[in-house]
């Protein structure tokens, strides 16, 4: 189980990225983010970043922090999503293989250690961040509806969750 732990439990757990804290992510020396999209950000029906996106981009820009999306969505919706935030992205990821982890880390020009990855997938963005050996912050989904593949990966996810909350390394309530 050694093995399970190492690469599918999150490092933290949050409701939503909102309740992520910059300030303390900037004091403990963390210089860049590499964040999901769908479900992370927004619900991966919602074309636009909201208006608290836009803030919590801002936020993170004025302590410094560099954000990269990184998405295994298709070009058109990551690009029309970054369009006003002017941010750097990746789409067709491929999470949770590697090299769009090392392509991010790269083009920041940042260390593996100063860069924290944050989405609402355990098969994906946690596998990825934590097999590169990056810190991973887990978010609640913002909507329940997933793609097909999404669905496959949600089941095994909850088994995951069960032996993980049963062995007492999480103590978060799902909504
Ligand atoms: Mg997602």
């Known amino acids: 189980m050694g093995i399970i732990k190492k690469n599918f439990l999150p490092n933290e757990y949050v409701q939503s990225v909102y309740q992520i804290d910059f300030n303390k992510l900037a004091e403990q020396g963390f210089k860049g983010i590499i964040t999901d999209l769908d479900n992370t950000l927004v619900g991966w029906d919602e074309l636009q970043p909201t208006e608290s996106i836009k803030k919590w981009f801002k936020q993170a820009d004025d302590l410094g922090i560099t954000v990269t999306i990184v998405s295994n969505n298709h070009e058109k919706r990551v690009a029309d ?64 509806t997933d793609g097909f593949v999404t669905k496959f990966n949600r089941i095994v996810e909850r088994r995951l969750l069960h032996h993980f909350k049963r062995k007492g390394y999480i103590k978060w309530e799902e909504n």
């Not at 999470?95 to 098969?123: E, W």
């Open 81 to 144: 999503f970054c369009e006003d935030l002017n941010v750097d992205y990746i789409f067709e990821a491929r999470k949770p293989r590697g090299r769009a982890f090392n392509q991010a880390i790269q083009r920041m020009n940042l260390q593996p250690s100063d860069i924290v990855v944050i989405g609402d997938q355990m098969m994906t963005d946690v596998f990825g961040g934590n097999r590169r050996g990056l810190f991973t912050i887990m978010v609640v989904p913002i909507k329940k």
